[in-house]
């Protein structure tokens, strides 16, 4: 194959062509002439013509030889050079047939795509392109046969041998015949650049991220290079301040303008501080004006990161993040806080102001709070209780077990639960005992979480005092100071009717126990002998019985029957036990008994 054209011989082709023809013309001349029957002179001048002008066409002739020859050696040493530089090349390179079909290619291409050489030149380039690249081999392929294009520079993706795609950029020209300019092949080179689209894809997805976190947090970016003649803004940050993209891009200085007069000396400082080089970046939070006039909070990061000989600044890059949202929340939780602090100093005033002692805790149990109440009654200081767990400070005990009272962690489902607790003793340091009544209730936030105990307790000593004064009074006879519940079961009741005389109701049991019950009762008191000025005294009882059941009467007729049962005894005899009569079947239930005694 001829890899180059040659274009001398072709040019000198119609010159060699009509010297030749001259010189066969003076050869048939000299043949002709003597036939001619010319003169000498002119035979000879002919004949010196037509030597002239074979030697001529000769010479000539040995010159365009002499070319051919030249011309063929540069070619094939073109030819060679091509060759070798085909063969060595580190890159792909192909000769394509304007069908498509692969006339030729070098080891390159072939190792890039996973081929033999034998393999791939028996394939055309549609075989070997990516389906979603073949249109643009097939554009510029018709572009090329019309004449439009002389060369071609574009990328797409070849298939290897396994089916993986692999990214190529090409660059080549076709080969046109000289004299017809007819197209005849393609010469493409193939670069392999598939880690580089792949890299540029990671790039790309990794800016994607980027941009999309910096726009979805509210940051704008901001680029200052004075070599390009100022700063230049992102979307998202020209957006921010609702501007157009490149509306604010140029000045350098522009963006200090539009900062609040009262950050302006805290944005300068900040500046300054990273310039000098105090501070590893430049920080600053500040209110900038809106386009249509009110003012957004940002927070404003950057950093120097290229600087001249002298140290002025060339370049620095940053981004600004919308705060507006958080520094309105910092400002309602200041609000919020200032009222909170009211409220606690209000609470604090009436916790030390009322009657009843006071003890918080924290969720570690230890003491937060005391009133001057809690003081008195426990005998520590406020001052000396903060801080301290709270059996250090508080210790109560049940009055009737003595076992500790314990102030246990609330859980969420009895948040509002109030244990409450009206016979607790308060143990003080120095042994000493106070009655209280005790009420401690949990606290909890607004997530359902322990945050400690309010302990509210009372001084109930002189009420708890009354109570068993009450108590005594209820199971004694005020006459006579004896308990009204002895010598009898739990479920009976004694009573003094007046002067001497006493009721008994049996609530359970039947004639026959009322009897055992009332000559127990007559005994006991037979018992309580006693001494009179230095003489023995014995005490003697009667008793009189009467049943209780329905259709009976009223109390004061069964309490008549009774006495007259007893008068009955009395008349039997000191000592002595009298029944009423029973009017009552001894079918029916057994009766409920009324003892009467005197």
């Given amino acids: 194959m001829a890899w180059l054209s040659w274009k001398g011989p072709r040019a000198g082709k119609p010159a060699v062509l009509a010297l030749m023809a001259a010189g066969l013309i003076t050869l048939m001349a000299s043949v002709l002439l003597p036939a001619l029957e010319l003169g000498a002179d002119a035979l000879k001048f002919c004949l010196q013509i037509s030597v002239a002008v074979t030697a001529v066409t000769l010479f000539v002739s040995a010159l365009f030889i002499r070319r051919i020859i030249d011309d063929r050696r540069q070619i094939a040493e073109s030819e060679q050079r091509f060759r070798r530089a085909m063969e060595d090349s580190a890159i792909g390179v192909a000769i394509v047939g304007l069908d498509g079909r692969i006339l030729q290619t070098n080891p390159a291409f072939a190792a890039m795509l996973g081929y033999s050489r034998a393999e791939i030149e028996a394939l055309t380039f549609f075989q070997i392109t990516h389906p979603d690249d073949l249109q643009i081999g097939r554009e510029t392929m018709i572009a090329l046969k019309e004449g439009k294009i002389d060369s071609f520079h574009f990328e797409k993706r070849y298939l290897k041998k396994d089916g993986t ?69 992102s979307e998202t940050w020209v957006r921010m301040l609702g501007y157009d993209d490149g509306e604010l891009d140029g000045d350098p200085d522009r963006w200090l303008t539009m900062i609040h007069p009262d950050d302006r000396q805290i944005v300068a400082e900040a500046d300054r501080a990273h310039l000098d080089g105090e501070t590893a970046f430049f920080e600053a939070e500040f209110r900038m004006r809106h386009k249509d006039g009110h003012w957004v909070w940002i927070l404003d990061r950057g950093k120097a990161i290229e600087r001249d000989r002298e140290g002025r600044l060339i370049r620095a890059i940053g981004s600004l993040t919308d705060i507006t949202e958080r520094k309105e929340a910092e400002e309602r939780r200041k609000v919020s806080a200032a009222m909170l602090a009211d409220e606690k100093e209000r609470l604090r005033v009436t916790l030390q102001s009322i009657g009843d002692a006071v003890i918080c805790t924290d969720a570690a149990n230890r003491v937060t709070f005391m009133n001057p109440v809690a003081e008195k009654l426990t005998g520590i200081a406020s001052g000396e209780a903060l801080g301290k767990v709270l059996g250090d400070v508080y210790w109560a005990v049940d009055e009737e077990t003595g076992q500790r009272i314990g102030l246990t962690r609330s859980s ?161 005899g000191r000592g002595c036990v009298s029944a009423a009569p029973d009017e009552v079947s001894k079918d029916e239930a057994a009766p409920l008994p009324l003892a009467a005694a005197s």
């Fill in 165 to 233: 795609p692999v990214w190529a950029q090409l660059a080549g020209s076709v080969i046109r015949e000289d004299e017809t300019g007819k197209p005849l092949y393609l010469v493409s080179q193939i670069e392999d650049i598939d880690a580089r689209k792949q890299a540029e894809a990671r790039i790309a997805e990794a800016e994607t991220r980027w941009n999309f976190a910096l726009t979805s947090a509210g940051q704008g970016v901001w680029s200052l290079d004075m070599r390009k003649g100022g700063t230049t803004y």
């Fill in 412 to 572: 969420a489902a009895d948040r509002h639960h109030c244990d409450q607790n009206a016979r607790a003793v308060l143990i003080r340091r120095d042994d000493t005992r106070c009655s209280i009544r005790q009420m401690v209730s949990p606290i909890m936030n607004d997530r359902d979480e322990f945050c400690g105990l309010v302990i509210v307790f009372q001084d109930f000593t002189d009420a708890r005092a009354l109570q068993r004064q009450l108590a005594y009074a209820a199971a004694h006879d005020a006459l006579t100071g004896l308990a009204n519940r002895n010598v009898l079961g739990p479920e009976d009741i004694v009573a003094r009717l007046g002067g001497d005389e006493f009721a008994v109701i049996l609530k359970s049991g039947a004639p026959a126990r009322a009897t055992v019950a009332a000559r127990c009762i007559i005994e006991a008191i037979r018992n309580l002998g006693f001494s009179w000025d230095g003489r023995p005294h014995s005490i003697a009882a009667s008793i009189g019985l009467a049943p209780i059941r329905a259709g009976c009467g009223e109390v004061d007729e069964i309490i008549a029957r009774a006495d007259a049962a007893c008068y009955a005894a009395k008349a039997a």
